[in-house]
């Protein structure tokens, strides 16, 4: 029951901060490797292919929000109620332009990311300026061009794309950078939020699979109930953070969730350094 008790916990810290610009990472940090050691539980290995699971239960919740766009961009079927002036819309090709920079960078540098970025003080400093990012974004704030996704340029999915390539340093916050781009090149605040979750079902669920590929030996029955038990906790609070999130974010902005950023990391400090 303690690994049911831990698998719906952390799939609970997934789900809450995978999108929120907050840092999966950082909470990860403080909740796992400080309460609970899930790599104590049964090995690094599994540990490692569990937070793959449940990364893709809130990949999964993002998609079920997002379904009738994705229908959509496929060409299957049109969105029945969605605002698009002068008749442009986001195009497949505009998320592709937003993927390719991180994307890139992600295969080149995976290894030394991986070997040397991860640590307690990597993650905080990340964390730190990502919320600097975040409160110049709210600061800043130019005049909004976008006011819906739709709207989106190719120049500005290029500079959002350019600009999600900081996330690659851990705790920095896919979300948190490329909302905060998109508001600094004069996307409105849902406008970026929901480029952002949009992009981030390929570019994740691409990741995600490889990691599946990469520790599918480890996927036994004897861990299974501990896997799906992570997997469901992650994508039911994903499903109620996002919802709750995309309809916060235009009252609240930024930089409450910046000065929650710096705390986090003092406190990440504090314990371990």
């Known amino acids: 029951m303690w690994e049911i008790f831990v698998a719906i916990v952390l799939g609970l810290v997934e789900g809450l901060t995978e999108f929120a610009p907050v840092s999966s990472t950082g909470h990860m940090i403080i909740v796992d490797d400080l309460l609970f050691k899930s790599n104590e539980l049964f090995g690094n290995e599994i540990?490692?292919?569990?937070?793959?699971?449940?990364?893709?239960?809130?990949?999964?919740?993002?998609?079920?929000?997002?379904?009738?766009?994705?229908?959509?961009?496929?060409?299957?079927?049109?969105?029945?109620?969605?605002?698009?002036?002068?008749?442009?819309?986001?195009?497949?090709?505009?998320?592709?332009?937003?993927?390719?920079p991180a994307g890139i960078l992600g295969v080149l540098f995976?290894?030394?990311?991986?070997?040397?970025?991860?640590?307690?003080?990597?993650?905080?400093?990340?964390?730190?300026?990502?919320?600097?990012?975040?409160?110049?974004?709210?600061?800043?704030?130019?005049?909004?061009?976008?006011?819906t996704v739709d709207e989106i340029t190719y120049k500005q999915a290029l500079g959002v794309g350019l600009i999600q390539c900081l996330s690659l340093w851990p705790g920095f916050s896919r979300s948190g950078s490329t909302i905060s781009g998109g508001v600094l090149l004069g996307l409105s605040y849902r406008a970026s939020a929901d480029f952002t979750f949009i992009m981030a079902i390929p570019i994740m669920a691409g990741a995600s699979l490889l990691k599946v590929v990469k520790y599918w030996s480890y996927f036994t029955l004897d861990v299974l109930p501990f896997f799906v038990v992570g997997f469901i906790s992650a994508f039911i609070f994903a499903l109620i953070c996002i919802r709750f999130f995309l309809k916060l974010i235009e009252k609240i902005k930024l930089t409450p969730f910046a000065i929650y950023r710096i705390v986090l990391a003092a406190i990440i400090l504090f314990i371990y350094l």
């Open 47 to 100: 540990a490692n292919a569990f937070k793959v699971v449940i990364q893709l239960g809130s990949i999964l919740a993002v998609a079920v929000i997002f379904w009738d766009r994705i229908l959509d961009l496929l060409g299957l079927r049109k969105m029945k109620t969605v605002d698009r002036p002068s008749g442009e819309r986001l195009s497949l090709l505009k998320i592709f332009v937003g993927l390719v």
């Open 110 to 147: 995976e290894d030394y990311i991986d070997e040397h970025l991860f640590s307690v003080k990597t993650v905080a400093i990340g964390l730190l300026i990502g919320a600097f990012l975040m409160i110049a974004a709210d600061k800043i704030k130019p005049r909004i061009q976008t006011a």
